[in-house]
């Protein structure tokens, strides 16, 4: 099994979209959340989900899109 590592930014960018969203609609910024995570938890039992990041090139290195957002 891989091994995920959130830097302090990526959970720090998701806490201020949560932010952002709960100020309209509480409810759907904590699904939104959940949704994230679960996305980005995929990458534990299959690594090779999602694709190399361009810019890194590097295999180890993947990204996710959800809905308007890339998560690398």
């Known amino acids: 099994m891989a091994r995920l590592i ?6 720090d960018d998701l806490e201020r979209i949560c932010a ?9 910024a904590r699904l939104f959340a959940q ?21 890194y090139g590097e295999e180890n290195i993947r990204e996710r899109i959800y809905q308007n957002y890339r998560i690398v």
Do not use: C, F, N, T
């Not at 952002?20 to 759907?28: F, K, R, T, V």
């Not at 994230?36 to 361009?54: F, Q, T």
């Open 6 to 11: 959130w830097s302090p930014e990526a959970a």
């Open 35 to 55: 949704e994230i995570i679960a996305l980005i938890s995929e990458l534990e039992k299959h690594p090779r989900i999602g694709r190399v990041v361009p810019e």
């Open 20 to 28: 952002h969203i709960a100020s309209d609609a509480g409810e759907y």
